[in-house]
């Protein structure tokens, strides 16, 4: 089991910016993916951001992409989302997910149900 902790959500203004924190602990060593996933009210969830624990090669949602990035510290099995000229519509619940190796890192951002262990998420709050 791999337990998953965030922090750093709040409110900000638009153009503002925003790092969110996840401290993983437990069997982290099964893991070979580690993303980002929101959801707004209303809305499904939408895959941000994955990263590659062994490699940390990135990909991201075309909607965040030159404004978010995601990074880990794998020493502290913490992962990070550095979140840069936010907009009202990056309003969101903000999950951490992490899930075992084999899948396709495209796959797990369309998908992201395919994540296998989330945190409790933490919400950030852009007003215009």
């Known amino acids: 089991q791999v337990q998953l902790v965030e922090s750093g959500g709040g409110s900000v203004q638009a153009g503002g910016s925003l790092r969110l924190s996840c401290a993983a602990s437990g069997d982290t060593r099964n893991t070979g993916y580690m993303g980002w996933v929101r959801q707004a009210p209303g809305k499904e969830r939408e895959g941000v951001a994955v990263i590659v624990r062994i490699s940390s090669i990135t990909l991201y949602a075309d909607s965040v992409k030159g404004r978010f990035t995601i990074s880990q510290d794998n020493a502290k099995n913490t992962l990070y989302l550095q979140m840069n000229t936010l907009k009202p519509e990056d309003t969101a619940m903000y999950y951490c997910?992490?899930?075992?190796?084999?899948?396709?890192?495209?796959?797990?951002?369309?998908?992201?149900?395919?994540?296998?262990?989330w945190g409790q998420g933490t919400q950030v709050t852009v007003s215009s």
């Open positions: 997910a992490a899930a075992r190796a084999g899948y396709v890192m495209g796959r797990l951002l369309s998908s992201p149900a395919l994540f296998e262990y």
